[in-house]
């Protein structure tokens, strides 16, 4: 295996991304950065501080990027999200955030705020990355580079199992508009829009499990 490789995992919502770069951190002794929680940490901030008439004042949120400081804090590869020095681990998987993060993302003073923060946390390689812009904006030299799909049917399950495991009571219907709603913000914004990078391997995990879709990309990684 490449020393110290950085590795780029970019797809839709609840392909697993997250769960499975978690997993091949620590099969290959790396760090996992989940970009979106980044996003999501903005998102937490935005709601505290610039909801009003149910919806995010943007105008006011890029005003204010200045006074967010967000930070990874490790136990040992869990890195534990932290907003302004507060755990928000938690709050940013609350279906509110989700509801509004890809409006959030899609600015580009927010991109460009967060760029620099995830370029610095790659520079000593022996990281992996997921998120949706990964391998085409961010770090478009990584090592390897992977591009996560699957059915909206079959994400729309996976992401209702998940809430209700939190113990929220999820529609299916509505979940899957809400996964349609944040497919379409994410592939047409015109800022680092969600897609695959012409080098990266894409799989479609619609019809395999999380462990089979870990084995297939460790597969390509070499030893």
């Not at 901030?45 to 890029?62: G, V």
């Not at 460009?112 to 946390?121: G, K, P, V």
């Not at 994400?155 to 199992?161: I, P």
Request: avoid cysteine; glycine fraction near 4%; charge should be neutral.
């Amino acid at each position: 295996m490449t020393k110290n490789p950085v590795i780029a995992i970019d797809g839709f919502s609840s392909t697993g991304k997250s769960s499975i770069s978690k997993v091949i951190a620590q099969k290959l002794d790396l760090i996992h950065l989940d970009t979106g929680a980044l996003y999501r940490g903005i998102t937490v901030y935005a709601l505290r501080n610039h909801f009003q008439d149910q919806k995010i004042n943007l105008t006011a949120l890029k005003k204010d990027l200045h006074n967010i400081h967000l930070e990874f804090r490790n136990p040992q590869q869990q890195l534990v999200l932290f907003l302004n020095n507060q755990n928000i681990n938690t709050e940013i998987r609350d279906p509110k955030v989700s509801e509004f993060v890809s409006i959030v993302a899609k600015e580009a003073e927010v991109r460009n705020f967060l760029l620099t923060t995830q370029r610095a946390m790659a520079e000593q390689g022996g990281i992996i990355m997921d998120g949706r812009d990964i391998g085409t904006v961010v770090l478009p030299n990584a090592d390897y580079k992977f591009f996560l799909t699957a059915s909206t049917e079959e994400r729309t399950r996976r992401r209702v199992l998940e809430l209700q495991s939190q113990g929220v009571n999820a529609d299916f219907e509505e979940v899957k508009a809400n996964l349609l709603m944040r497919d379409k913000i994410d592939s047409e914004r015109e800022i680092s829009p969600l897609k695959q990078a012409e080098d990266a391997i894409l799989i479609d995990n619609t019809s395999i499990n999380k462990e089979q879709t870990i084995d297939l990309i460790l597969s390509y990684i070499k030893k």
